[in-house]
Every structure is written in structure tokens, then in C-alpha cells.
T-cell receptor, first 111, second 113 residues
Framework: GQNIDQPTEMTATEGAIVQINCTYQ??????LFWYQQHAGEAPTFLSY????GLEEKGRFSSFLSRSKGYSYLLLKELQMKDSASYLC????????????FGAGTILRVKS | DAGITQSPRHKVTETGTPVTLRCHQT?????MYWYRQDPGHGLRLIHY???????DKGEVSDGYSVSRSKTEDFLLTLESATSSQTSVYFC????????????FGPGTRLTVL
């Protein structure tokens, strides 16, 4: 099976940098996704990693280490609108090509 | 934004009644998925479809059935709703190629009394 762990909640200050970690155990691996979900809304796609290393997209970056079963999402220059839940999802393993999601990390940005 | 709609957006029903949720897409994507989202559990896959009339079970399929008679529509049916099926239901679509990113619909909030 698959197991995905993320911290439940984090708090950070506007303008700062925050790193949200995700660790996973899977019998197969075919990519890791990060989604952002504001309260009461649908998840929206942020990033995709399938090879080791860092993918940068503006203020958001995502890192993957397949050997360690580890990823992080880095948010720079935090804004109040970044307050949301961040979902880590892994493709592969017992559910074939489908995604398995972690429970999500609630990020609160304070002024 | 991917063209995905869900209906209804909100529904309150009673235990034992049948309920059907609809997902409609305008992207002509091959894959469609139904998830439920509950506090502390994240998104869990109920059923998915990899083409017209082609469906398979996900992680939490008991008590649910699906049908896909057209590329654009994927229906989720609760044959006899129970209080444990109170949840937010999300539909997602993916093209089945490239990164095969899944894009989500706006969700349906279902309450079973």
C-alpha cells in the first residue's frame, strides 16, 4: 500500500519563507503532485515532480528525493492569500496510475 | 481553468434514499475520477473511469456505483445513502498522457440526515 505523511498545521508570517514537507512510502512511484486548496474550494494544481531535484514556479518551488521518499513545497514571500491547505499526492504503487493523497497541511499566514 | 462542473453543488437527503451526483466536462479528457474529502482523511478515491463504459473501483467504493455513458459525463450514485456518506465529493479529470495532471471540479457538499 501507500502511506503519505504531512504536518497537520503550520503558521508563518507574511513575507517569510515556509517549507511544507511530505514523506511517502510506496511500492511504486510515478510522480508527486502538490495542490493548493482554499477553504470551501476545489484543489488547484501547483507542481509536479517525477525526477529528483527542484522545480521552480515563481514564488513556489517543489523538491523531490525519490531515494528518501521525500518532497517539500517551498513558498517564498508569503502573502495572506497563501493561507490554505496544501495537499501532497503520489502516483503509483497499489493503486496503479492513480493518485493517493496525504491529509493535507493547513498553512496559516499571519501579518 | 479546466471545464468541469458538478451538480448539484449542495444536497441534503435522508438516510436510505438514493442520490446521484453528476460531473460534466468540456475538455474531452479520457479519465474521470470521483473522490470524497473528509476532515483528517484528505481526498480518497471512490471510483474512476478510463473511457466510456470503462470504470473501476478505488479505495472507498463500498456503497457507491458509477456510470459513464458519454465521454463528458460521469455519474456517482449512492444506492441507499447513509450518514457515513456525508462528505464533500469532488470530481476530477485527466488527459491520460504527459504528466496526466488531475484537475478538479468545484465539489458537491452532501449531507445525509
Amino acid at each position: 500500500g501507500q502511506n503519505i505523511d504531512q504536518p497537520t498545521e503550520m503558521t508563518a508570517t507574511e513575507g517569510a519563507i515556509v517549507q511544507i514537507n511530505c514523506t511517502y512510502q510506496t511500492s511504486g512511484f510515478n510522480g508527486l503532485f502538490w495542490y493548493q486548496q482554499h477553504a470551501g474550494e476545489a484543489p488547484t494544481f501547483l507542481s509536479y515532480n517525477v525526477l529528483d531535484g527542484l522545480e521552480e514556479k515563481g514564488r513556489f518551488s517543489s523538491f523531490l528525493s525519490r531515494s528518501k521518499g521525500y518532497s517539500y513545497l517551498l513558498l517564498k514571500e508569503l502573502q495572506m492569500k497563501d493561507s490554505a491547505s496544501y495537499l501532497c499526492a503520489v502516483r503509483g504503487g497499489s493503486y496503479g496510475n492513480k493518485l493517493v493523497f496525504g491529509a493535507g497541511t493547513i498553512l496559516r499566514v499571519k501579518s | 481553468d479546466a471545464g468541469i462542473t458538478q451538480s448539484p453543488r449542495h444536497k441534503v437527503t435522508e438516510t436510505g434514499t438514493p442520490v446521484t451526483l453528476r460531473c460534466h466536462q468540456t475538455e474531452n479528457h479520457r479519465y474521470m475520477y470521483w473522490y470524497r474529502q473528509d476532515p483528517g482523511h484528505g481526498l480518497r478515491l471512490i471510483h474512476y473511469s478510463y473511457g466510456v463504459k470503462d470504470t473501476d473501483k478505488g479505495e472507498v467504493s463500498d456503497g457507491y456505483s458509477v456510470s459513464r455513458s458519454k465521454t463528458e459525463d460521469f455519474l456517482l450514485t449512492l444506492e441507499s445513502a447513509t450518514s457515513s456518506q456525508t462528505s464533500v465529493y469532488f470530481c476530477a479529470i485527466s488527459a491520460g498522457q504527459g504528466t496526466d495532471t488531475q484537475y478538479f471540479g468545484p465539489g458537491t457538499r452532501l449531507t445525509v440526515l
